[in-house]
């Protein structure tokens, strides 16, 4: 093991752990920020809030439904269809 | 029936099954869409180039080697055709260049909340029906700066990997959590706009 030279940086702020949720969520923190993000939200109800809402936006994001095609494109798309197999066909 | 698997569809494409290939269509191509707005001047070239991916897919079905999963090989088409069909200048915001997370305004000058987060989330189940939340949310995703909502888009949306998604837009895995990143803060900020108790 290696000598850790690093000084121990300063305890991040609300402001900084809002940017780091995302890696924290990617599981692409560092080990030593990846503590110092949980040591904060620990002590901070309102970033745990915070991360509580990014949670849910991508649990509210997934949950999007397509567009339904309307029946005019499916249509479109069912000629397409036809159209590549006469072509391929015809060949 | 619409749960079955792209990969079994596409068997069954590949076999001459029209209906196979109309519920291919149906589940991708409000994202393919999206996505591929996002490289051309109006919607009406995008659905050209949706269109053309499908020709290209119908013709190039008998190369699909599996190595990817049927939507990255879908993407991974589309973008490729959007690209050589962009010819507008991208409005791409340089990666790390795109503003914070949370406006600055709402910290104080030593960088807590000054306006904390208003809640939300056990609210967003029933204050609205999904529909109207749902309707709200794509809109502000149609609203992101390009590079974040072909992210978004791909990840949060169709559920896509981050390998998968670095893979189709050929960006880095540090630059696809960069956009990922301020593409869901963005939405989070509607969200909470929407529905917290402001």
Known sequence: MLPKLRLRRREIVCQQAVELITDYLEGALSRADRRRFEAHLAGCPHCTEYLAQMRATIELTGGITADDLTVQMQDDFIDLYR???ADRDGQ | MDQEPDAELL???RAGDERAFVTLVRRHHAAMLSLAAGYVPSMAVAEE????TWLGVLRGIGGFEGRSSVRTWLFRILVNRARTAGVRERRSVAIGDA??????SR????GHWAV???RWVEEADDRLDAAKLGGRLRSAINELPDRQREVVTLRDVEGLSSEEVCSVLEISEGNQRVLLHRGRSRLRQVLETELGRA
Do not use: S
């Not at chain 2, 180039?49 to 053309?52: F, L």
């Not at chain 2, 503003?99 to 600055?104: C, E, F, K, L, S």
């Not at chain 2, 910290?107 to 030593?110: E, K, L, P, S, V």
């Open chain 1, 83 to 85: 159209q590549w197999r």
């Open chain 2, 11 to 13: 068997a069954r494409l």
């Open chain 2, 49 to 52: 180039v949706v269109q053309d």
């Open chain 2, 99 to 104: 503003g914070p997370a949370v406006d600055r």
């Open chain 2, 107 to 110: 910290f104080d000058a030593t």
């Open chain 2, 116 to 118: 904390p987060p208003e």
